[in-house]
């Protein structure tokens, strides 16, 4: 015959449960022993003050000094005399400096000294290069005609070029390359001025500035006769090889 366990009598059936509930509790009771602080009792002293409320002060004790009495003004004379005023007091009359309307003001005349004529300065005109009448002249290109002038001048201000270029240095070092304009003006004397350059770089207008500032003094050019300014305009190219 098989002995058969009834399930309510089996004790372990709830183990489990009783363990998660007993650890819960060990657990709360650890977390609070860890978190559990003391804090050391502090003694605390009152200090008090104590201030009258009124303070006398004695005064110092000093000896008095038995100074003079001043001594009495001097007494008044017993005559008075009498002096009149004699002298004339010259007054002094301030004219009234206000302008009105009604005031005429005298202009003193001009002395002829003082007359200074002043030449009217005539305007020279500018003539582009490509239109005047007389080109000027180059140093060397006398003798031909306008056609001729103009190749001439412009063959010798390439051969100037040529003979007063100088790459910059700074230029070479920096790989620094481009074509320059430069404008410049022959005035009614036949001198170089008004330079203008316009190029990729500061150092290579520099000495395009330069170059152009060496050009000799030419001969003025002309329109009907007369000396005119001729703006000319030429690029120079900085490269590299």
Known sequence: MEIKKNPKADLNKKSGLFFVIGLAVVLLLVWRALEYKSYPKEKTYIQTIAVADYLEEEAPVTEALNTPPPPPPPAAPAIIEVVEDIAEIEETIIKSTEVSQ???????????EEIILVEEEEEVPEVPFAVI?????????KGKSNEEQKECFQKKIQEHVQKNFSYPEVAVEMGIQGKVYVQFIIDDKGNIGNVRTRGPNKLLEKEADRIISLLPQMSPGRQRGRPVKVPYTIPITFRLQ
């Open 102 to 112: 009604e005031t005429v003001v005298e202009k003193p005349p001009l002395k002829a």
């Open 133 to 141: 009448e007389d080109v000027p002249v180059f140093p060397g290109c």
